[in-house]
């Protein structure tokens, strides 16, 4: 029996001439040059009839392998040496040729460690293929097979999944060279929809992640576990088994606590991975909906979470989002959490793309009735502050906010409406103002002085230059008759919304304009015209 044969190592990309960049096979075979080509392919599939037929023909299988391996090869041959293989492996493995039994001779026990070591060569040779564009697609069908039959007739009575074969497979996918089509479809396709290759592909990600320190890996690492829409909830929903089920019903496949456990080891994996800050953003959008529901131990995303709420900007308000989901829903305690989260009012978070998601939370955190009005006149009085130099979109929803802030928190309106009762206060108010007490750089939102102050700023945007807002910040100096405004009629608004809105509104007067064409701008008028000159030609001499 030949030893094996040799080829290119896995992590070798071959150059092939791809089919797509030649014409359709149906093409082909109405050239002239046609005939070389169709003898090739009809050496392979007898090569792989004639091995089916006689084990004296196994010899055959190494010709398919170098067919398969070989530097320069048409694609359309490899691919077709490729299923060839995959056909005489699947049938000599469900025929039980490949397993030693207790009659099983010396010779043939030679005869079937050579055909373990020919499918190992064959695997590295298809695994090439995997990570190529335009047959990938094929490779993945086929190494799903390989998995399937292996794990079914190659492993013994015991259940025993193909756990090697998958990590290398999910090896290829992360590989950043790889074809993103295969490594959708394998996401896709089998990663969500069967629990078993789910179980074993989280399992090989935290092994191969933990292996690097780069981030080489994670966009790629990012889509596979993304792909995985649904947490199961319960040991029943546990029964999508791409490789038979195993018998005993104490195996960690029929364990929730196990599938959530391999989860959070690949998820803690990926956030171990060294990352610059459009990646930490891409994993704080996708912590509550698609990591926080695999931790056992919420806990564990504590230090990263916290990191990220430290580290300021949008990050901060990404990170926000998961801090109060372990805060709600896991009871976790976040010391200092009010004071972080005034820090975060600063210049730019009205002008922030994420401003909406913002103020959704930050009226859930200000919705308890426990808080101290102190603390709550703070967040109120510096976003007030905010608002004069914010943006028409920006103003519109910070003023319904502080509606409904002041009808959850009675005893802040003492800041729009506070009455000087001492004379001689009035009359020092009239002549010399007064100063405002509120100390816009105090970080503690306790000891701002803002309970002491008063809203002025709402009433200065009641003479903004956008009617809108002007009209807005006018339902601060009215009576408080309506009992809270839905905050989504007012979050996403943005230039662009604005200006459509008024280019629909019906004109009910129409404004005065110059309905005259000027006849000069930059010249002096003729005398006879009687027409004075143009302010520019006041100002500036063009001649």
Not at 43 to 68: C, G, P, T, V
Not at 480 to 494: A, G, I, P, R, V
Request: net charge negative.
């Amino acid at each position: 029996m030949p030893g094996p044969t040799s080829g290119p190592s896995q992590s070798g990309k071959r150059k092939r001439s791809s089919s797509e960049k030649r014409p359709s096979k149906r093409a082909r075979s109405e050239s002239s040059e046609s005939g070389g080509e169709e003898d090739s392919q009809a050496q392979i599939i007898m090569l792989a009839d004639e091995i089916l037929k006689s084990k004296k023909n196994y010899n055959s299988i190494s010709k398919l392998i170098q067919i398969l391996k070989a530097e320069g090869e048409e694609a359309d041959d490899a691919v077709l040496a490729a299923i060839s293989l995959c056909r005489v492996f699947t049938s000599l493995m469900v025929s039980g040729d490949m397993v030693k039994k207790q009659t099983t001779t010396e010779k043939d026990a030679v005869v079937i460690k050579w055909l373990k070591e020919r499918y190992s060569e064959y695997k590295g040779g298809l695994l090439l293929l995997l990570g190529e564009e335009g047959i990938s697609s094929t490779a993945l069908d086929l190494c799903m097979r390989l998995l399937k039959t292996e794990g079914q007739h190659l492993r013994g009575q015991e259940y025993s999944f193909p756990t090697t074969f998958l990590t290398d497979m999910v090896r290829v996918f992360l590989d950043p060279k790889s074809d993103e089509s295969a490594r959708e479809e394998f996401s896709e396709t089998y990663v969500e929809e069967y629990d078993d290759i789910r179980f074993y592909t989280l399992e090989a990600l935290e092994k191969l992640l933990s292996e690097v320190e780069s981030q080489a890996f994670f966009n790629n690492a990012v889509q596979i576990l993304t792909a995985i829409e649904s947490v199961p909830e319960s040991k029943e929903e546990l029964e999508d088994f791409w490789v038979p089920a195993p018998k005993k019903t104490s195996h960690a496949l029929y364990s929730l606590t196990q599938h959530k456990k391999r989860a959070q080891s690949a998820w803690l994996a990926l956030m171990n991975l060294e990352m610059d800050k459009e990646q930490r953003k891409s994993i704080l959008g996708l912590m509550v909906k698609s990591i926080a529901p695999w931790f056992m131990k919420p806990e564990l995303l504590m230090d990263f979470l916290t990191d990220s709420y430290n580290s300021g900007g949008s990050t901060s308000l990404l990170a926000l989002s998961g801090v109060f989901y372990l805060l709600q829903e896991k009871n976790l305690d976040y010391p200092s959490f009010y004071r972080k989260l005034y820090s975060l009012l600063d210049s730019e978070i009205l002008h922030s793309k994420h401003r909406s998601r913002f103020f959704r939370l930050l009226e859930t955190f200000l919705g308890s009735t426990h808080l101290p009005a102190v603390l709550v006149a703070s967040f109120i009085k510096r976003l007030s502050r905010l608002t004069l130099n914010a943006p028409p979109a920006a103003v519109v929803t910070v003023v319904p906010w502080i509606y409904n802030i002041l009808k959850k928190h009675p005893m802040c309106t003492f800041m729009i409406h506070r009455e000087t009762r001492s004379e001689a206060a009035k009359e020092m108010l009239e002549k010399e103002g007064m100063n405002d007490p509120f100390l816009m750089d105090e970080e503690d939102p306790m000891e701002t002085k803002a309970i002491d102050s008063s809203l002025w700023e709402i009433v200065t945007l009641q003479s903004h230059y956008h009617p809108n807002v002007a009209t807005l910040a006018k339902i601060i100096s009215e009576q408080f008759t309506k009992q809270s405004y839905n905050m989504e009629d007012f979050l996403d608004h943005s230039y662009g919304s604005m200006l459509e809105a008024e280019y629909v509104k019906d004109v009910k007067k129409i404004p005065v304009i110059e309905f005259e064409i000027p006849k000069k701008i930059f010249m002096k008028q003729d005398a006879s015209s009687e027409i004075h000159d143009r302010l520019l030609m006041n100002l500036w001499d063009f001649s």
